[in-house]
T-cell receptor, first 115, second 116 residues
Framework: AQKVTQAQTEISVVEKEDVTLDCVYETRDTTYYLFWYKQPPSGELVFLIRRNSFDEQNEISGRYSWNFQKSTSSFNFTITASQVVDSAVYFCALSVIQGAQKLVFGQGTRLTINP | ETGVTQTPRHLVMGMTNKKSLKCEQHLGHNAMYWYKQSAKKPLELMFVYNFKEQTENNSVPSRFSPECPNSSHLFLHLHTLQPEDSALYLC???????????????FGEGSRLTVL
């Protein structure tokens, strides 16, 4: 069975601070995807990134960066120079590559960026 | 505006009512999903339809009844619900093939359901 843990329920920082959202996962599958989704107040989950289990390279996209470490089963998300528009609930998720499409989500981290 | 639209956005119903949630995707995808988002719980997968066939029913009570008439539309029929069923119901779609999942889901904005 798969499991995703986001230990941080809520984080509040002041604008322009850097913030890291933690994600730890469990799976017995050797091939899987990891994801981060953002849920703004409007409700829809917005896809941010997908990472294949074979690819442990870290990724940077603008102010966003992701650190995938298989040794610690972690897939952490860092926002640099945070902005008020980054305020949202962020979900980490796991999916096996083969078989029925099932995303297993963490409980989410509510991020509030204060001006 | 997202490629997945859900109606209604808000719904209040009594325990004896019958109502339906509707989802439509404009992305040409072949798989659609219902997820339930309750307070203080992770998103829970309820149903998966692949090529219009239901491939997953995640132990959902029979008071929730899905319907997928074609690859673009998905319904969730509701009857004799309980107050604990109050939640945000999210629809999603994706493009899948028989060899591997793409992994990426496109979500609608959800239908906020309150059961009195």
């Amino acid at each position: 069975a798969q499991k995703v843990t986001q230990a941080q329920t809520e984080i509040s920082v002041v604008e322009k601070e850097d913030v890291t959202l933690d994600c730890v996962y469990e799976t017995r599958d050797t091939t899987y995807y990891l994801f981060w989704y953002k849920q703004p107040p409007s409700g829809e989950l917005v896809f941010l990134i997908r990472r294949n289990s074979f690819d442990e390279q870290n990724e940077i996209s603008g102010r966003y960066s992701w650190n995938f470490q298989k040794s610690t089963s972690s897939f952490n998300f860092t926002i640099t120079a945070s902005q008020v528009v980054d305020s949202a609930v962020y979900f980490c998720a796991l999916s096996v590559i083969q078989g029925a499409q099932k995303l297993v989500f963490g409980q989410g981290t509510r991020l509030t960026i204060n001006p | 505006e997202t490629g997945v639209t859900q109606t209604p956005r808000h719904l209040v119903m009594g325990m004896t009512n019958k109502k339906s949630l509707k989802c439509e995707q404009h992305l040409g995808h072949n798989a659609m999903y219902w997820y339930k988002q309750s307070a203080k719980k992770p998103l829970e997968l309820m149903f998966v339809y692949n090529f219009k066939e239901q491939t997953e029913n995640n132990s959902v009570p029979s008071r929730f009844s899905p319907e997928c008439p074609n690859s673009s539309h998905l319904f969730l029929h509701l009857h004799t619900l309980q107050p604990e069923d109050s939640a945000l119901y999210l629809c999603a779609s994706s493009q899948e093939n028989e060899f591997a999942n793409t992994g990426e889901l496109f979500f609608g904005e959800g239908s906020r359901l309150t059961v009195l």
